[in-house]
Each structure stands twice: as structure tokens, then as C-alpha cells.
T-cell receptor, first 113, second 114 residues
Framework: QKEVEQDPGPLSVPEGAIVSLNCTYS??????FMWYRQYSRKGPELLMY????GNKEDGRFTAQVDKSSKYISLFIRDSQPSDSATYLC?????????????FGAGTRLAVHP | DAGVIQSPRHEVTEMGQEVTLRCKPI?????LFWYRQTMMRGLELLIY????????DSGMPEDRFSAKMPNASFSTLKIQPSEPRDSAVYFC????????????FGPGTRLTVL
């Protein structure tokens, strides 16, 4: 079993839809939770970053963490074609004296006009 | 700020050849990571350097892979000899403070081994 599970999709939605992306994890030692966005043929870039359980909002994006259920989500409101990308969840674990990032497989999202 | 710079962007080589991938981290960043991304395995950490010293190389798949960081502004990942199963996108990422969590990724090198 992988430490971080993420449905690879693909997920196809119409413009304006609310998108929900999810990850589950097994390691209760994970401390920081992130969402990276990766456009085709580009490197991942940090989108959202949170530490505690609860919600964090940034514009059309909301990151949600439920540590008791080991479950994180990213919601995108009023989705736009420019949101079409692969979304990777990532979590840090203290390993060998440093914070190691563990990535999910990524969910490919397509928002069509 | 130019961001993390990687070269080459694309590399096509034949099995058995040596491949060298290059990375220039963001100026002032003291941590550097090499990752490999494939459809099957996703994004995997290969090696982590802090202040030019390799700290965690547990992700390096085998002796055919080696990485160096001779100074704060340059790192290489070498595969010798290369095999078709090494075909992947290789990313370099850098991070500023040791306690920070955000890693800044380069554009990647797409490697194809025939």
C-alpha cells in the first residue's frame, strides 16, 4: 500500500463546475500538506499549503485537511479552462533529519469550455 | 529571478550510453532535490543535497545512477550505462531555508533511452 493514495483520473468537467480532488494517507506522522499544480510538460508548482486540520481558502481554491480521517481535499470553485492540469497532493514526513516530500500520483483535470 | 534551470530539456540516447543531466538551483537556496517522474511510479525522490552535501540518496535506484553537487549553483545527475527503463522526466528542485517546505521545481529533462 502506498503512503499517499490519489485517484489519477482523468477528471473532465464543464467550465464553471466545482471540482473536488482528494488524497488519503496512511502515515499519521505527516505534518504539512500541500497541493502542487503541474501543467503539461512543466514542473510542479506549489498551489496551496496547510499545516493543521481545517480549511484554508485562497481565491477560488480551498484546501481541506482532516487528520483524524487521514484525508485531504482541494476544491476549485468556478473552474476555468486554465485550471486544466495535473494536481498532485504532497505531504511532508520528518525523515533522517529533514522534511521529505511524499507525492500522490496526481489527478489529471480537464475543464472544457 | 530565473527559477531553477535544467538542461538539456530533451535527451534521446541509445541503451548503454552515458547521460548527464544538469541543474542550476535558485540563487541562495541551499537544498537541492532530484526527482524522477513516470506514469507508473509518479514523482519519486532520487537524492537530496543540503549545502552541497548528499543527505539522502536512498531513492537512487542503483549504482548506474550518481549525482554530484560541486558547488552551490550546480548539480549533475549521471546515468551510466543508460537503459530503456530509465526513460522518464527528471526534475530538479531547490528550497531556500532548511526548515521551509516549499520546493521550487525546474522544467524537467525528458529522457528517452532507445
Amino acid at each position: 500500500q502506498k503512503e499517499v493514495e490519489q485517484d489519477p483520473g482523468p477528471l473532465s468537467v464543464p467550465e464553471g463546475a466545482i471540482v473536488s480532488l482528494n488524497c488519503t494517507y496512511s502515515n499519521s506522522a505527516f505534518q504539512y500538506f500541500m497541493w502542487y499544480r503541474q501543467y503539461s510538460r512543466k514542473g510542479p508548482e506549489l498551489l496551496m499549503y496547510t499545516y493543521s486540520s481545517g480549511n484554508k481558502e485562497d481565491g477560488r481554491f480551498t484546501a481541506q485537511v482532516d487528520k483524524s480521517s487521514k484525508y485531504i481535499s482541494l476544491f476549485i470553485r468556478d473552474s476555468q479552462p486554465s485550471d486544466s492540469a495535473t494536481y498532485l497532493c504532497a505531504m511532508t514526513a520528518r525523515t533522517g533529519g529533514y522534511n521529505k516530500l511524499i507525492f500522490g500520483a496526481g489527478t489529471r483535470l480537464a475543464v472544457h469550455p | 529571478d530565473a527559477g531553477v534551470i535544467q538542461s538539456p530539456r530533451h535527451e534521446v540516447t541509445e541503451m548503454g550510453q552515458e547521460v548527464t543531466l544538469r541543474c542550476k538551483p535558485i540563487s541562495g537556496h541551499n537544498s537541492l532535490f532530484w526527482y524522477r517522474q513516470t506514469m507508473m511510479r509518479g514523482l519519486e525522490l532520487l537524492i537530496y543535497f543540503n549545502n552541497n552535501v548528499p543527505i539522502d540518496d536512498s531513492g537512487m535506484p542503483e549504482d548506474r545512477f550518481s549525482a554530484k553537487m560541486p558547488n552551490a549553483s550546480f548539480s549533475t545527475l549521471k546515468i551510466q550505462p543508460s537503459e530503456p527503463r530509465d526513460s522518464a522526466v527528471y526534475f530538479c528542485a531547490s528550497r531556500g531555508l532548511a526548515g521551509a517546505n516549499e520546493q521550487f521545481f525546474g522544467p524537467g529533462t525528458r529522457l528517452t533511452v532507445l
